[in-house]
């Protein structure tokens, strides 16, 4: 039993938030917010130390926890769906933090299809960050590749994907889906392969484009993937899942980056992947990663995922970039990289859930996914409504700008040189 109060963005919570440190609450920010709490008895005295200090907390914004705090993170609104009575204390999109008791810990944890999972709320963390790199000079080599990113490219790619009535990882259409894009990479000049994959006790495929690298001896590898498939959650495997957003909006940025890198030459070795199997469970990329040889996996400098891109949730275009403390350097490459050639928005956190970035993350290696802001609000994920009518063509060409300034230039490019 405890109690906490919320903290709105302000020059007053920074005070509040440190105060609460050293008075002994705990407290843990989710962008603009900031939750603090204490056990019951301890709390009086926290407030009363953190008024000598003149920081007035209001008693009216008080609430009385009736377990403990928990995060959640959820695909789309799953575990709000699940279960509407379950006490929020913070929403998000993505990350929630709720106030359970044991018996409904134990309860909601269990989550059909890891469409959720409930974790111990990490004491004075922040779970989700709103970063303001400074924009950089832009390089010239690397503003021309920003340029030549079109949107009738993009948007061509994106509505072929759509057009297939479903892209259901086990349907017929998939494998169609699949073939199509591993012509557009042969036609780009990339190495394709088609590699089968298990999924149950079906059968489909990742699509694998290479482009290597010219330096001698030992390259690195960048990777830049998306899943393929889409999925109809209401429906069976042949039920219309045209997956716009979720995820022929990723998988079109990846056609587009292959499309915008396909002439250039560079020292390191560049492989695209779009993966299948990820709506049943990370099919195709847990299978990538355990495939893997030791020496392969060394050579990965990045893993940029793209997964639902070109929904705009917020106010102004949102990109959330969700990696782990091993991705933490390739983040702020890509915030960076944000903060120069586009005008997005950035949310951090070192959350990793329910995409394909995960198994890579697993192995240590350095993954991110990027995300439309706010893809919890997204109630057409994973229906027949899921449409090129919600597609935002603006957020989703910035977000495939930011990954391929960062693809472009970890790819060892000589800067110097004139476009
Ligand atoms: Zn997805």
Redesign the pocket.
Known sequence: MGRYILLSDSSEKRIAEESARSYGAHCVRLGDQTVVWTDSEEWNAFTNKARQAGVSLDPAETRELEGQLYLVIQTGRAFQNTYPEARLVIEKGRYIVVDLLPEEVSRFAESKDDWWAVRPLAMDSVIMDIVKPEAQLAVPRVQAKIEAVSQSRYSSSLSSLVNFLTRHSLSSQFTSAATWAADQFQSLGYQVELLPINVGSGGSYNVIADRPGTENGVRKLVLVTA?LDSVNLTGGREAPAPGAD??ASGAAGVLEIARVLAEHSAKHDLRLILFGG??QGLHGSKQYVSGLEASERARISAVINM??VATLNTALPTVLLEGAPVSRTLMEKLAEAAATYTSLTVQTSENPFA?DHVPFINELIPAVLTIEGTDSSNINIHTANDTLDHINYGLALDIVRMNLAVTFRLLGVNESQSP
Do not use: R, T, V
Request: hydrophobic share 10%.
């Open positions: 899943h979720d995820n990820e709506e997964d639902m995409s």
